[in-house]
């Protein structure tokens, strides 16, 4: 299985409603002309230059991140939501926590543990604020949890139960108040004919929950992730993704619709509540080439396994694609506007793109790999990752003025990561913490905290 595309393909999201056909491809990267108003049909075409300005983001309150060896023991941040009166709330994927910061940076409440008691999770897919209400989304209990602003349970309520054979489902709530969750399954035949060596590509279905007592309401249906069939049967397979694997990328679109990319090629589109395609672009983007040493670190799993284990030897017995995939995550600020993580191919440092509502592009945001954007508003992104140590973190950043020019990548941005520009919330218990002393060398000390670790990081250029 052999992937080496020289153009991108086609999206093939296919919307359950019928689709009167796609009814605008926007080119505003070829023009760099914004509108209030989408732009004349046209035919599709391939937009070869993601043509915008670079912009830095700069840290305003980061939680998780001390002083050296010393933190609040933050766990790794999956979900991020703002809070309406500036503040933010993250939940903790690994402790099964929820918790809530002000805009000061002052805990307000942790809420959650693993359990299937009231207030308590299996899995957390997605956590959203409604107003002054936050609510999870559990994809292993299938209920919606609700707290208050100060972390009181205020109800738990069931959904209906959705079989998928990728564990880690995603779950996402539209501005209409409905959640959106997509779930994937392989076919049987497939799974019989190739149990236990084959890479095969799930079906991903979009499903909407309308109301309490309601039920999933089919809208989408498009390829899902690649997973390899790890079972010694046909009949009890099991599914683990698959050397740099495809999946498919959504988020809702703030109107009811949703927009859908899927990670091999760059195009992107948007999709009404009605099934109506109003925008589908195509940057002509491929993803980096798939090297021996990428090869050799997914077989070992990022020196999870020992080379010789019968798991990495059935990982190295895999076919591998020619490339990586070259988008890597897609979310929707709280206007609507898509956000894209692109793999450039440098070793380092992913760009994240943000689009206007007509695919139109607006800026390009480097930053590390192990740096994730989870929810945008405004200027204001909550970012979460680890730094150089391995200290999980999360903050409130707010997006800089354009640098430099988007076909130049020459110059290269310089993102400001310097926790001590920025209000630095102490564990319960310490005082708050001086800024790092500068290193003698000049170079930022790696044992400074998550964001510490680059004070200036120049990405994109020598």
Do not use: K
């Amino acid at each position: 299985m052999m992937r080496d595309h020289a153009t991108p393909a086609r999206n093939p999201a296919v919307p359950a409603g019928a689709i009167a056909g796609v009814t605008c491809a926007l080119l505003l990267a070829c023009t760099g002309q914004e509108s209030d108003a989408p732009p004349a049909a046209a035919m599709t075409r391939p937009v070869r230059v993601f043509n915008a300005p670079v912009a830095g983001i700069e840290p305003r309150l980061l939680m998780g991140v001390l002083t050296a060896g010393d933190t609040s023991r933050l766990g790794p941040v999956g979900h991020a939501a703002f809070a309406l009166d500036g503040g933010f709330v993250v939940a903790d994927t690994a402790a099964l926590l929820v918790r809530g910061f002000s805009r000061l940076g002052q805990a307000t409440f942790t809420v959650g543990s693993e359990g299937v008691g009231p207030g308590q999770f299996g899995r957390i897919a997605s956590l959203t604020v409604s107003g002054d209400t936050v609510l999870i989304f559990d994809d292993r209990l299938w209920r919606i949890t609700a707290f208050d602003h100060d972390g009181v349970l205020i109800s738990t309520r069931r959904v209906e139960a959705r079989p998928t054979v990728v564990p880690a489902t995603v779950a996402r709530r539209g501005a209409d108040g409905h959640w959106l969750h997509v779930t994937e399954q392989v076919g049987t035949t497939v799974a019989a004919e190739a149990a236990g060596s084959a890479v095969v590509r799930t079906t991903a279905t979009l499903a909407r929950w309308s109301a309490p007592g309601g039920a999933w309401t089919t809208i989408a249906q498009f390829p899902g992730t690649e997973v390899y069939l790890a079972g010694d049967s046909a009949e009890s397979p099991i599914y683990r993704s698959a050397p740099f694997a495809r999946s498919p990328l959504w988020a809702p679109d703030g109107q009811g619709g949703y927009w859908y990319a899927d990670s091999d090629a760059y195009s992107l589109m948007r999709v009404r509540a009605n099934g109506d395609t109003v925008t589908h672009v195509t940057y002509g983007t491929t993803g980096p080439r798939v090297t021996e040493a990428d090869r050799r670190d997914w077989v070992v799993d990022g020196g999870r396994l020992e080379a010789s284990s019968p798991e990495a030897r059935t990982r190295g017995a895999l076919p591998v694609p020619g490339r990586r995939p070259v988008l890597l995550g897609l979310l929707a600020s709280t206007d609507g506007e898509p956000w894209v993580a692109i793999d450039t191919g440098a070793r380092d440092t992913i760009e994240w793109h943000a689009l206007d509502q007509f695919g139109g592009p607006r800026r390009r945001v480097p930053l590390p790999r192990r740096i994730s954007i989870l929810a945008v508003r405004g200027d204001s992104l909550l970012v979460a990752g680890r730094d150089a140590n391995g200290v999980a973190f999360a903050g409130r950043f707010l997006l800089g003025a354009g640098i430099g020019s988007g076909s130049d990548r020459r110059a290269g941005p310089r993102v400001t990561m310097d926790p001590a520009a920025a209000r630095v919330a102490p564990a319960a218990g310490h005082d708050p913490p001086s800024p790092p002393a500068a290193p003698e060398s000049g170079m930022p000390a790696d044992g400074a905290g998550a964001v510490a670790a680059r004070a200036r990081r120049t990405t994109g250029g020598s």
